[in-house]
């Protein structure tokens, strides 16, 4: 039975000791890429796929009614002005509780048009300067009108391919619990927000500043 038990002890250990190594080695390349990355955010994937990107894709889920994205429209400038074409802004209109979703198909009926930005902050600014429900039908067909994008977007509204884009950010900002806005996602692999950044969204843009600036020099 002795003999058994020596046995048996020595397969074990010949098992796990590899094992141990192998979780040792994947931990300590782990902590090592993480300390290559400053900043605060939290890890959806392996930090290792950062390694030698050419360009940081920066999926950004937000909501029409939210203040802190407001101002992340202002700020975000500063981060596309320090990496130009090294950085890729994916936007993803999303909303919630009784909200329609007619600020986000109009957010994707402009983008087609080629007119994306001056009508997601003529949207903005309508619900936060002037007060008024931008999830309303009637505030859509006015902006439309103003725009001279009327018909475009009265057809765009009963688009298919509208709905699915729509449906689609839906979809990723579930799958990457994006409870808070603006939630920020990085090459799929770094989560950022306001509140990881500290609460301000200064915070949060200083905060992707430097850990873009990582993800680029990560080689």
């Known amino acids: 039975m002795i003999v058994c038990k020596n046995i048996l002890e020595n397969s074990l250990q010949k098992l796990l000791t590899p094992l ?5 080695i994947t931990f300590t390349s782990f902590a090592f890429a993480e300390d290559k990355i400053r900043g605060e955010y939290e890890v959806i994937g392996s ?6 990107a050419k360009q940081v894709e920066m999926a950004e889920f937000f909501n029409f009614s939210c203040g802190h994205c407001y101002r992340f429209l202002e700020t975000s400038k500063t981060l596309h002005a320090k990496f130009k074409d090294k950085l890729y802004h994916k936007k993803h209109p999303i909303y919630w509780g009784q909200q329609t979703a007619l600020p986000s198909k109009a957010f994707y009926i402009s983008n087609e048009l080629g007119i994306e930005e001056e009508f997601t902050k003529e949207l903005f600014d309508t619900n936060f300067k002037l007060h008024i429900d931008i999830f309303q039908p009637r505030v859509i067909q006015r902006l439309s ?4 994008i009327e018909q475009e977007m009265k057809t765009g509204m009963k688009s298919p391919d509208i709905e699915t884009k729509v449906n689609k950010s839906l979809a990723l900002a579930k799958k990457y619990n994006a409870n808070e806005t603006p939630t920020i996602i990085l090459n ?5 927000t306001p509140s990881i950044s500290g609460g301000t969204i200064e915070m949060m843009t200083k905060n992707l500043e430097l850990i873009i600036g990582d993800i680029l020099a990560y080689n």
């Open 20 to 24: 141990l190594v192998l979780s040792f």
């Open 47 to 52: 930090i290792e796929k950062l390694k030698g």
């Open 145 to 148: 009108q103003h725009y001279k």
């Open 188 to 192: 799929k692999v770094l989560k950022v």
